[in-house]
Nanobody, 125 residues
Framework: QVQLVESGGGLVQPGGSLRLSCAAS????????IGWFRQAPGKGREGVSC????????YYADSVKGRFTISRDNAKNTVYLQMNSLNPEDTAVYYC??????????????????WGQGTQVTVSS
């Protein structure tokens, strides 16, 4: 019933930008904490950014702080991740996920109950 679908990934040059979307169905997104995770080949899944329910707070990993921005469009039941100044180290499959708590931190993979299918982001020249 709860479903998350990511979109917006693709191939970009270093320094470029992408906006990822996470469309939710089966629940009202604004009532849930939403997180963006990423997983590079051979790496573990890393918490990138998250937004708490009712937009009471946001979190950014140090590696993306100042470059990525998370936002919610409650009317569209969608969360976005605007990614600017991309570098090759940002290459990964990006996933959105949710759990039932108001606060989105800590970004522990085991806490998040529902996951999207992922969207590939490749940063290369």
């Amino acid at each position: 019933q709860v479903q998350l679908v990511e979109s917006g990934g693709g191939l970009v040059q270093p320094g470029g930008s992408l906006r990822l979307s996470c469309a939710a169905s089966g629940f009202t997104l604004e009532d849930y904490a939403i997180g963006w995770f990423r997983q590079a080949p051979g790496k573990g899944r890393e918490g990138v950014s998250c937004v708490s329910s009712s937009y009471i707070g946001t979190y950014y990993a140090d590696s993306v702080k100042g470059r990525f921005t998370i936002s919610r469009d409650n009317a569209k039941n969608t969360v976005y991740l605007q990614m600017n100044s991309l570098n090759p180290e940002d290459t990964a499959v990006y996933y959105c996920a949710t759990h039932g708590a108001r606060h989105c931190t800590p970004m522990s993979q085991s806490i998040y109950n529902y996951w999207g299918q992922g969207t590939q982001v490749t940063v290369s020249s």
